[in-house]
Nanobody, 123 residues
Framework: QVQLVESGGGLVQPGGSLRLSCAAS????????MDWYRQAPGKERELVAH???????NYADSVKGRFTISRDNGKNTVYLQMNSLKPEDTAVYYC?????????????????WGQGTQVTVSS
């Protein structure tokens, strides 16, 4: 089907920046929405940023003006540029990608998740 590989997490000081990447691979026919979620310890997973196939974006209020989601359709990759990071941004970040993939005779929908990457904001 479709696999997602995330990269770019790490430890950063408050006010710093990180860029996350999520690359999709497999028999991809089309990619629709691409999203970034995060889950902090003891909290539910929350949607951080969303980008449509046409490039329209939406953000959680807590990250507006600091985070930017983008995508490279030629590389089947979604990015999350995170600036002015705060300790409360500490979480495991997951990408989620929805689209269709080619089967032997038909195409099918997929809804895949990345493995998660840890982002820690601390001095």
């Amino acid at each position: 089907q479709v696999q997602l590989v995330e990269s770019g997490g790490g430890l950063v000081q408050p006010g710093g920046s990180l860029r996350l990447s999520c690359a999709a691979s497999g028999s991809i026919r089309s990619i629709n929405a691409m999203d970034w979620y995060r889950q902090a310890p003891g909290k539910e997973r929350e949607l951080v940023a969303h980008i449509t196939s046409g490039g329209s974006t939406n953000y959680a209020d807590s990250v507006k003006g600091r985070f930017t989601i983008s995508r490279d359709n030629g590389k089947n990759t979604v990015y999350l540029q995170m600036n002015s990071l705060k300790p409360e941004d500490t979480a495991v970040y997951y990408c989620n990608v929805k689209g269709t993939y080619n089967g032997a005779r038909f195409y099918y929908a997929f809804d895949s998740w990345g493995q998660g990457t840890q982002v820690t904001v601390s001095s």
